[in-house]
């Protein structure tokens, strides 16, 4: 009510001042004066019963209380979110346009001035010389773009011409590409375009005005890209779908969300699905927040809080696939998604696992009613995330690029961290150089915490047989995980306690070496399963089973001889590819096992492209003491002749020349460059470094 008092009070002071301007202007202007009478008549209207929560209401939807739900569900988020680990991604940007935010408008117009400026060298006197109509009509469409978004209207909720600005952008970019064209041919025919002949002469290089269109042509490139982008389109379309595998920081996300938002005073709801039971969406969201009210006065309250800000409130469910209410979420998203459409100044963000995708979303709401965006992780900025990471736990950044794909994911560099730090390491161990040793030192790690939790003798090591008898039961199934009450039967053989929260199978799974999961079948069946949460981890140890069980050391090569078994692994490319993560295990594995690279042992497999980029791959994952000169000559002539595994190999050589006691190191590196003259190097050197790496996030 204070609120509403208040916000009367200042309209009685504008009202007086409009009407002294109004009378000095001699015109007649009549102000109408809705008093509490006239206010509380049409806020009793159904229509309008959240609005009448938000302005009267002083229990809910103030500052305090959004700010102590969100503080709720963050606490009740506990490890999946650590604030001094976050690292800034450019997957954080959809946030601007699903929540119609002055920074993606920003954003918006700030492509627009790029294009604005860029098209101001149109004006070039030698440029309409020699192209007139066609740099005319460039010149019309560069302001047709300019103009659409000069017309956003950012104080309504409206939707963008995001289509439109996409097509006058693309136009633009190829109507540069035409005039560029025009300007080339011009050139070659010293100062004609085509068949005309100018009545002056011009000049033969068009350098500059070139330079220009080229500019002109990546901003529109740029803006048109943007405007088809899920940022974009989450401003008309306000649902975004968030999915990824286990472990990538989808929930990390949400709660960094939330948590900026409130600094900047945007409202903001997080809901974690583990609290919701299986029943009506909306209900359960109430009762988790607490509220006495339905589902339309929520809603409208929300509605009027985010018009007031003039930006989208958001509400943010975290993890679809988890807890009671999962099955829901099929039945009533659709209708759910249906409700929230009737409230523009409302957005929603759920997430879910990749793998229960399919289950918890219902065919054809993608595209229509959601916005999908694929979580990847630390994808794309595994350095900068290893250095923050070990900053912060106290240990020394790594002298080589982070061990990736792997540290591209947030849960197992904080666990790979956490093993240092209980181990009482400030650095990498010397020696600590390869997959092999990176998870044996993961296990070892986890052996000693789980020994403690449960009061048991960590040198029986019972996570390592643990996960020996995981890895054998999977290998012999010959699948990448097991059923629920299978592997939970089979850890229980290991170690068996009847509290489930101290039960061995629960500590592997919090420790993040198992996985609960959802797998397909056939027939469109699923089951609920458990896998190693890190699939080259699952690789590793079921090809380290294999090796142990059917390799021969003394002669290595038979145990891939027609007939044996490992013979199906390596039959043909297509087997290869089939079994591409053994395969790299393989790859890994047999140097430093046998000191033998797979090529050698099986030479029928050499120009498989499967191999050959599991080589690759090794180069990085393998001990520094598994390279022979049988690598060497594998390199040379299989890896760096293909023209598909050339910058496979070059990033490989590139990732560990820092690593100052690998064979390939920056040594090698600069010993191969000096022997090559300059114009041989810039054919291939140069040229890699510039399409590889000129677009690169720095490292």
Same mark, same amino acid.
């Given at each position: 009510m204070d609120r509403c008092v208040h916000a009367m009070d200042r309209w009685r002071d504008h009202l007086e001042k409009w009407e002294g301007w109004a009378r000095e202007g001699g015109k007649s202007v009549v102000f109408t004066l809705w008093g509490q009478h006239e206010l509380a008549n049409r806020l009793l209207q159904d229509e309008h019963r959240g609005r009448l929560r938000y302005w009267f209401d002083k229990q809910f939807f103030s500052n305090e209380w959004f700010d102590d739900r969100l503080q709720e569900a963050i606490a009740n988020a506990d490890q999946r979110y650590l604030p001094e680990l976050h690292v800034d991604l450019a997957i954080q940007e959809v946030f601007r346009g699903l929540g119609r935010t002055p920074e993606f408008f920003d954003a918006v117009r700030t492509m627009q001035g790029k294009v604005r400026r860029a098209a101001q060298h149109l004006a070039s006197h030698e440029l309409r010389m020699v192209a007139r109509d066609e740099t005319e009509a460039l010149a019309r469409r560069a302001a047709a773009v300019v103009e659409e978004i000069e017309q956003l209207n950012t104080s309504a909720m409206e939707p963008l011409p995001l289509v439109r600005i996409s097509q006058c952008a693309r136009a633009v970019a190829d109507q540069a590409v035409r005039v560029n064209a025009i300007l080339w041919d011009a050139e070659r025919q010293g100062g004609e375009s085509g068949a005309a002949v100018r009545a002056r002469p011009v000049r033969r290089s068009f350098d500059a005005e070139r330079y220009f269109l080229d500019i002109l042509r990546r901003e529109a490139i740029t803006l048109a890209d943007l405007a088809e982008s899920p940022e974009a389109m989450l401003a008309n379309t306000p649902a975004l779908l968030l999915?990824?595998?286990?472990?990538?920081?989808?929930?990390?996300?949400?709660? +960094?969300?939330?948590?900026?938002?409130?600094?900047?005073?945007?409202?903001?709801?997080?809901?974690?699905?583990?609290?919701?039971?299986?029943?009506?969406?909306?209900?359960?969201?109430?009762?988790?927040?607490?509220?006495?009210?339905?589902?339309?006065?929520?809603?409208?309250?929300?509605?009027?809080?985010?018009?007031?800000?003039?930006?989208?409130?958001?509400?943010?469910?975290?993890?679809?696939?988890?807890?009671?209410?999962?099955?829901?979420?099929?039945?009533?998203?659709?209708?759910?998604?249906?409700?929230?459409?009737?409230?523009?100044?409302?957005?929603?963000?759920?997430?879910? +696992?990749?793998?229960?995708e399919t289950t918890v979303i219902r065919e054809g709401l993608v595209g229509t009613r959601l916005v999908r965006v694929e979580h990847r992780g630390f994808y794309g900025a595994e350095a900068r995330a290893a250095i923050h990471f070990f900053a912060h736990h106290g240990i020394v950044a790594p002298t080589i690029p982070p061990l990736h794909p792997e540290f591209s994911s947030p849960l197992f560099l904080r666990l790979f961290c956490q093993a240092l730090q209980s181990f009482g390491y400030q650095q990498i161990p010397s020696g600590l150089h390869g997959l092999t040793a990176v998870f044996t030192f993961f296990l070892d790690s986890v052996n000693a915490k789980v020994a403690r939790c449960l009061d048991i003798d960590p040198g029986a090591q019972l996570v390592q047989r643990c996960v020996d008898g995981v890895a054998a039961a999977m290998a012999n199934t010959k699948r990448r995980w097991l059923p629920r009450e299978d592997a939970w039967a089979l850890i229980e053989s290991y170690h068996s306690n009847?509290?489930?929260?101290?039960?061995?199978?629960?500590?592997?799974?919090?420790?993040?070496?198992?996985?609960?999961?959802?797998?397909?079948?056939?027939?469109?069946?699923?089951?609920?399963?458990?896998?190693?949460?890190?699939?080259?981890?699952?690789?590793?140890?079921?090809?380290?089973?294999?090796?142990?069980?059917?390799?021969?050391?003394?002669?290595?090569?038979?145990?891939?001889?027609?007939?044996?078994?490992?013979?199906?692994?390596?039959?043909?490319?297509?087997?290869?590819?089939?079994?591409?993560?053994?395969?790299?295990?393989?790859?890994?594995?047999?140097?430093?096992?046998?000191?033998?690279?797979?090529?050698?042992?099986?030479?029928?497999?050499?120009?498989?492209?499967?191999? +050959?980029?599991?080589?690759?791959?090794?180069?990085?994952?393998?001990?520094?003491?598994?390279?022979?000169?049988?690598?060497?000559?594998?390199?040379?002539?299989?890896?760096?002749?293909?023209?598909?595994?050339?910058?496979?190999?070059?990033?490989?050589?590139?990732?560990?020349?820092?690593?100052?006691?690998?064979?390939?190191?920056?040594?090698?590196?600069?010993?191969?460059?000096?022997?090559?003259?300059?114009?041989?190097?810039?054919?291939?050197?140069?040229?890699?470094?510039?399409?590889?790496y000129s677009n690169s996030e720095p490292s």
């Open positions: 999915v990824g595998p286990a472990g990538t920081g989808k929930s990390h996300l949400l709660c +960094r969300l939330a948590s900026v938002r409130k600094a900047l005073d945007r409202p903001t709801i997080l809901i974690l699905s583990e609290q919701l039971a299986n029943g009506e969406p909306w209900t359960e969201i109430l009762r988790v927040l607490q509220l006495q009210c339905d589902a339309d006065e929520f809603l409208g309250a929300l509605n009027a809080a985010g018009q007031a800000r003039g930006l989208r409130v958001l509400i943010a469910i975290d993890a679809l696939n988890e807890g009671e209410g999962r099955a829901m979420w099929e039945r009533h998203l659709p209708g759910f998604l249906v409700r929230l459409a009737r409230y523009p100044w409302v957005g929603l963000v759920v997430s879910v +696992r990749s793998s229960y009847q509290s489930f929260t101290r039960s061995l199978f629960r500590q592997l799974v919090l420790e993040g070496v198992l996985a609960e999961d959802r797998f397909y079948t056939g027939e469109d069946e699923w089951t609920e399963g458990v896998r190693f949460t890190y699939e080259k981890f699952s690789d590793h140890l079921i090809t380290r089973h294999l090796l142990k069980r059917h390799l021969s050391q003394d002669d290595p090569a038979s145990s891939f001889a027609p007939g044996s078994a490992l013979a199906d692994l390596v039959h043909d490319d297509w087997s290869c590819w089939q079994h591409s993560g053994t395969i790299e295990a393989l790859a890994v594995q047999l140097p430093e096992s046998v000191g033998q690279e797979l090529p050698e042992l099986v030479p029928q497999c050499a120009s498989f492209g499967a191999v +050959r980029e599991a080589v690759v791959n090794s180069i990085v994952w393998r001990d520094v003491h598994a390279f022979t000169q049988a690598t060497q000559q594998y390199l040379n002539e299989w890896l760096l002749s293909y023209e598909d595994t050339f910058p496979l190999t070059m990033s490989a050589l590139l990732t560990v020349a820092t690593q100052v006691d690998h064979p390939y190191n920056a040594r090698t590196l600069h010993r191969n460059l000096c022997q090559r003259t300059l114009p041989d190097r810039d054919a291939w050197w140069s040229t890699y470094l510039h399409y590889e």
